[in-house]
């Protein structure tokens, strides 16, 4: 039975942390608000590693992915796939957000300023920066992960003295996976603490939001796992690709459930895709990448936990604001979500560039763990569909150039 359960213990662990906190900031709020420096001390450590873990993360993973110029039309296209498959459903879950409001009327009263939802955004400052030290700043984390991407491509195209950069950034990135373990040690502590000072001073009807949050999510993930899986088969193959992908989706599909874990799924998946008559150089070349740069359930959840947040805080759900949680959710779908051991990127992301409070990071996270299982299938089940319209769109390339292609560098 433990052996079950094993995937979900981190999360199951914080859930009930978060819980515990909330019922103890509900029932002794003066003691609680007392708690909040020990949560402002581990929200502060992972602030503090946050810029060397998205920066050599990405380079890392860009930097090691391949040679983009023997890729070609074949990358392109996953990138293209992946992108419209993060956008979709970001757009269907702030449709449905604003059709159900999770929040019903629920306002928290946060008393610390913040800029969130304050004038135009500026979408050149959000990218880039006019200075390399800028980019050492939390505040800057889209600038870096554009600059990141950059310089990954240029240390994959440096020929022999880019592999040993390289080699040098993944000895690096595990040092730094390590500091991030060593800091979540103490996370059901530090996010109960900050989570118990945060409710003492709201209404205890929070937390039914939370619930409605979560039941929007997976009346969502439901919907957009069966229609946009077959819309999604029918692109890349047609009623013969419909019937094929249905075929052989329940083991991945449990697998997912099972691990939450897209990279742990990735054997299964790679064997479903075989089974469904898929070119075995094709899923050779896509499946290690999709899982890394497709994830339309990060996407999905990062969109809600935007449009939930904008909610409680009263905020408006500005144009300028919808763009920006789009762009957030496709980077959060394609960088974020592959970047592993990154606990809490994704919330610390969405704070740091929204300009939102501290506060809502245990919020974030409270959705994120229980809605995970959710969106790891998500993001497996349509790698499966990604791959079939890549082979569609790629057209019937004779055999031996897409071998060429798969070969790994000399």
């Known amino acids: 039975m433990w052996e079950k359960i094993e ?9 009930m942390a978060l819980l515990g906190g909330a019922m103890f900031g509900i029932i002794a709020p003066e003691v609680a608000i007392k708690l909040k420096p020990l949560g402002s001390l581990f929200l502060n450590l992972l602030f503090m590693i946050i810029v060397p873990l998205v920066g050599i993360s990405v380079l890392s993973s860009i930097a090691g992915m391949t ?4 890729l070609g039309k074949i990358l392109a296209i996953i990138l293209f796939v992946s992108i ?41 400052g959000m990218f880039t920066t006019n200075d390399f030290v800028n980019l050492l700043s939390k505040s800057n984390i889209l600038a870096l992960v554009v600059m990141s991407i950059i310089g990954g491509i240029a240390i994959g195209q440096s020929g022999e003295k880019g592999k040993r950069v390289h080699e040098l950034l993944e000895a690096l990135n595990e040092v730094i996976m390590k500091v991030v ?22 209404d205890p009807e929070l937390l039914a939001t939370f619930a409605r949050a979560i039941v929007l999510f997976f009346v969502a993930s ?9 819309v999604y088969s029918y692109i890349g193959g047609g009623i013969k690709g419909v019937k094929s992908f249905w075929a052989n989706a329940a083991e991945p599909s449990i697998t997912a459930l099972g691990t939450c874990s897209s990279l742990g799924t990735l054997p299964v998946n790679i064997r479903a895709a075989k089974k469904m008559g898929i070119r075995d150089e094709i899923v050779d070349i896509c499946l290690p990448l999709l899982v890394n740069l497709n ?4 996407a999905m959840i990062a969109a809600l936990k935007i449009v939930f947040i904008y909610s409680v805080l009263g905020l408006p759900f500005t144009f300028d604001v919808f763009a920006m949680t789009i762009a957030i959710a496709v980077l959060s779908a394609i960088i974020v979500g592959g970047i592993p051991g990154g606990a809490f ?10 300009g939102l409070p501290l506060e809502v990071i245990p919020m974030l996270v409270v959705i994120g763990a229980i ?10 089940i349509h790698d499966l569909n990604a791959t079939q319209i890549v082979e569609r769109f790629i057209g019937r390339q004779k055999e031996e150039e897409v071998a060429y292609v798969a070969a790994p560098a000399e």
């Not at 040679?67 to 023997?70: G, P, T």
């Not at 979540?184 to 996010?191: D, R, S, Y």
């Not at 809605?371 to 497996?380: G, H, K, Q, R």
């Open 7 to 15: 995937p979900y213990k981190s999360s199951i662990i914080l859930i």
């Open 181 to 202: 373990s060593l800091i979540m040690v103490i996370a059901p502590v530090g996010l109960g603490a900050f989570f118990a000072a945060t409710m003492a001073s709201q």
């Open 222 to 230: 439901i919907l957009y796992y069966v229609f946009g899986s077959i």
């Open 345 to 354: 990127l994704g919330e610390i992301f969405i704070v740091t560039t929204l």
């Open 67 to 70: 040679d983009l110029r023997k």
């Open 295 to 298: 994830k339309g359930g990060v």
């Open 84 to 124: 419209a498959m993060s956008i979709i459903p970001a757009l269907g879950i702030i449709g449905l957000a604003g059709i159900y409001d999770p929040a019903q009327g629920v306002v928290i009263d946060l008393t610390n300023e913040f800029s969130g939802g304050k004038g135009s955004t500026d979408f050149v």
């Open 371 to 380: 809605t995970d299982a959710p969106a790891t299938l998500i993001n497996v």
